[in-house]
């Protein structure tokens, strides 16, 4: 049988390391499917899904939110993924049409992005979004948050996120995880750690494999034993959208952008592309309460 997306957290040599995992296979092909993403596109979002599920894991509050976005001057330009306190995903890519001919191995997809930035916001329902901001640097998605973790938080990370797809656009594997050097860290166990992450297979080939996520920490990366990991909840594609928000935000514009859409209109949800129909009449509704204020 096969299990469904989830995320684990533990700890690893007494509480030396904080270790985040997560299998995203599924998440990965929903997206895939919503957005019609081409392979380079796939496998960028399909690392940020993982990424920011994983962020979400330091979400308390109920209603918390975690974005991930990468925007960038390149042909690919970005996409922007968002998860919740309860693993529910939801995201878009910038450009998601955007076809490489040739998927070498060990290609990247932020190579195609060129100069750009990595940019992590929090939100906290009734509180101040907080942002964080790093420049793009040479390497994949996993290079680019250890950096963004060692900029804006001077946490030594390391980040491992694999995706796996077929020909067909069928999502074999995805998920990763993160390692988290905290300050008691013997600097000899942390190189150890490196060491055996730079020299485990692939980690969507392990994964395609049948092996789970835990499993592959315990086998490759903690092999000298050590690791405590827990599971924490799964995680699925998952968008809030209705009616009722698309036309709140309708009474955001000016009454002047509303009389242009009197005929009616037909927003599209940019998460999960569902139709919202205005008719006219709904839309006289919407100005003539606006009118009276
Ligand atoms: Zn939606």
Redesign the pocket.
Known sequence: MKESDYLWRGMALNGQFRVLAVNSTDTVQAARDIHDLSPINTILMGKMISAVAMLSLDLKDEGAEVTLRLDGVGPLKGALVICNNQGDVRGYAFEPKFWLEDLQENFHPVKYLGNGTLTVIKYYPGDKPTKGLTPLIEGDVAQNLAHYFEQSEQIPTAVNLGVLIDKDAKVRAAGGFIIQQLPSADLLNADRIIDNINHMPNLSDLMDMGLYLPEILHRFVFKEGGLKLYPAHGIRYR?Y?SKERFAAALKLLSLEELKEMREGIDPV?Q??N?VWHFSASEMEEIISQLEKK
């Open positions: 968008c959208c949800c998460f999960c569902t």
